[in-house]
């Protein structure tokens, strides 16, 4: 069975950082790739839509939503088999659940609030 669990989420300042991390088993993430997405369902349509912000293929490439792109970075770690998203210089308007997903399988998201 496969299990993602996302955690690292948190209150955090307009122009901080934090580092989510994607923890999967019952799957190799090196073999499948794995996403982030986020979504404030708080906000107006279509902001509060669920967004790609970054993806890890099996090769090791990476892809970034062009909103974030300098500023976040996804990487990976085979021997834990787990993903981390580093997200610096954060905006509020990048409060929002944080999910990953590889495959059809979603984590069950982390809270990032950015607010002073």
């Known amino acids: 069975q496969v299990h993602l669990v996302e955690s690292g989420g948190g209150l955090v300042q307009p122009g901080g950082s934090l580092t989510l991390s994607c923890a999967a088993s019952g799957i190799a993430i090196n073999a499948n790739g794995l996403a982030w997405y986020r979504q404030a369902p708080d906000r107006q349509p279509p902001d509060n839509q669920r967004?790609?912000?970054?993806?890890?293929?099996?090769?090791?490439?990476?892809m970034y939503a062009d909103s974030v792109k300098g500023r976040f970075t996804i990487s990976r770690d085979n021997a834990k088999n787990t993903v981390f998203l580093q997200m610096n210089s954060l905006k509020p308007n990048e409060t929002a659940v944080y999910s990953c997903?590889?495959?059809?399988?979603w984590g069950q998201g982390t809270q990032v609030p950015v607010s002073s």
């Open positions: 997903i590889t495959l059809r399988y």
């Open positions: 967004a790609f912000v970054a993806i890890i293929t099996p090769s090791g490439q990476t």
